[in-house]
């Protein structure tokens, strides 16, 4: 994503200062994809596998119960059920008086695997091909939850000998959610309602990534989202396309044509009525060749040419069509259809109020219905943007936890860089603990394919991770 040449190469050694440290990560790494293997093997997609879920809920809180830091244990693990029907874990240990407490979040929810086939091997086996690993949550988000539990046994490793306390006071709190990959909407209701199970003074999400394999990233912003379906009706049913072709009001023709008026033909901008489209990136920028690499651009397409990759990307909104209800190629009939919908993804960046950008799109969408057809708008749940720290500017945590990811990777610096996706747990924090510093990296990489088959983790990634965050719980005062 980002220009790495003032970065070390990738995965250099790390700085001699953790040498103690990186030797009790490394050591940890069997154990790691132990427990990687046992969360991945559990097709845990909330709303669709429920007994998947509960088995993997029960797997963290045995993960959780059995940490070696003195003050966890199983006594401090707690399940919550949410509003959504899904199941948080929680772990607690308390911080000694004047010691501050860093919450760790990752969520063991993932996405459906979708079409077995376009797998090379079962995406419910971690499976292991030139030097990744492969499998449904191996990145997202797995392979984050794994990162927390390998610092933490890293760091009682280094005193088990002497019984001494690892942490030196400081505080704890795991929270690993069940619905993150359909909105969260279940644990940001929880967060608001209880607040007290998330306060912290620092919190490092890790759902997050690199900018390319090896290179130490912090996520400092991140869009927010509001999705809605248009659907339009104009016949009462389907007529035969010969006999009234050509003056019935095709229902699929007008969304289609409702659709394309969302982007700019020539340039690929966003063209909602009334939506700013005009944010500019301060940060790193984001090249284009890397871009195309990453997106896996076909040979000869051209990108959106509207602004720079890094502008279009975290700081303007952008629409996609995630999906059409129309009848298949494969069996179609000669008939004109009646009714058409289709789910439009709107993402926001930080500074637009995803409601209002919500009501400008179904308004444009509405004021664009071609031969007076029948417009309706179904309004999904909206997700605030978010920004960590903005640019130039410095927050402890963050200058910390910078110092510790470019120690761990060898590296001179780390990449700093905005997020197209959404994650609406950082706005309940937020207003949960306004407080609190909250800073986002992890595991995943463009490599990683997440979301997609064939996703994949490199477990450089998980020990230097792991490492990082390690060292920052040391060192954090």
């Known amino acids: 994503m980002a220009d790495t040449s003032p970065f070390t190469a990738p995965f250099a050694a790390p700085h001699p200062d953790l040498a103690p440290l990186a030797a009790a990560v490394t050591a940890q790494l069997d154990r790691a994809r132990t427990d990687l293997a046992g969360l991945v093997a559990l097709p845990s997609v909330h709303g669709a596998e429920p007994e998947a879920c509960a088995q993997a809920c029960e797997l963290v809180r045995t993960l959780l119960s059995e940490l070696p830091v003195p003050g966890l244990g199983p006594e401090t693990v707690e399940v919550v059920k949410t509003s959504d029907g899904s199941h948080a874990v929680f772990a607690h240990r308390p911080a000694a008086p004047g010691r501050p407490t860093v919450l760790l979040y990752s969520h063991y929810d993932v996405q459906p695997s979708g079409d077995p ?214 069996g179609a009939i000669a008939a004109v259809q009646p009714r058409a919908r289709a789910l439009v993804n709107l993402r926001v960046p930080p500074g637009m109020d995803p409601v209002a950008a919500q009501d400008l799109l179904a308004a444009h969408l509405d004021r664009r219905r071609p031969w007076n057809a029948r417009v309706t708008v179904e309004r999904e749940a909206v997700g605030y943007p978010f920004s960590s720290v903005p640019v130039g500017q410095s927050d402890p945590v963050h200058d910390l936890l910078s110092q510790c990811l470019a120690q761990a990777y060898g590296a001179a610096g780390v990449a700093e860089v905005g997020s197209g996706g959404s994650i609406p747990l950082c706005t309940a924090l937020r207003e949960a603990h306004p407080e609190a510093s909250i800073a986002l990296f992890g595991v995943e990489d463009p490599a990683a394919a997440i979301h997609s088959p064939d996703e994949s983790v490199d477990p450089r990634e998980i020990e230097r991770i792991a490492l990082a965050e390690a060292a920052f719980l040391q060192r954090y005062r």
Do not use: M
Request: proline content about 7%.
């Open 117 to 330: 086939t376009e797998w090379t091997a079962s995406p419910w086996d971690l499976t292991e091909r030139d030097g990744r690993w492969y499998g449904r949550g191996a990145a997202d988000c797995k392979g984050n939850l794994v990162v927390h539990l390998t610092a933490l046994r890293a760091l009682a490793a280094l005193v088990d000998s002497s019984g001494a306390d690892p942490l030196n006071g400081l505080g704890i709190r795991l929270v690993v959610e069940g619905s993150e990959e359909t909105g969260g909407g279940g644990l940001d209701d929880l967060v608001a309602s209880r607040p007290d199970l998330v306060a912290a003074d620092a919190i490092l999400i890790a759902d997050s990534g690199n900018v390319s394999v090896g290179v130490p990233t912090l996520t400092t912003s991140l869009r927010g989202i509001a999705n809605l379906v248009v659907v339009v009706d104009t016949l009462s049913a389907g007529v035969h396309s010969g006999q009234f072709g050509g003056a019935a009001p095709d229902a699929l023709a007008a969304l289609i044509a409702i659709l394309a008026s969302l982007r700019d033909p020539e340039t690929g901008a966003t063209t909602v009525d009334g939506l700013d489209f005009t944010g500019v990136w301060a940060g790193q920028p984001y090249p284009p060749e890397t871009f195309r690499t990453d997106a896996g651009i076909l040979e000869g397409v051209e990108p959106s040419s509207a602004a720079p990759v890094a502008d279009l990307v975290w700081a303007r909104p952008a629409v996609t069509v995630l999906g059409i209800d129309c009848p298949p190629v494969e």
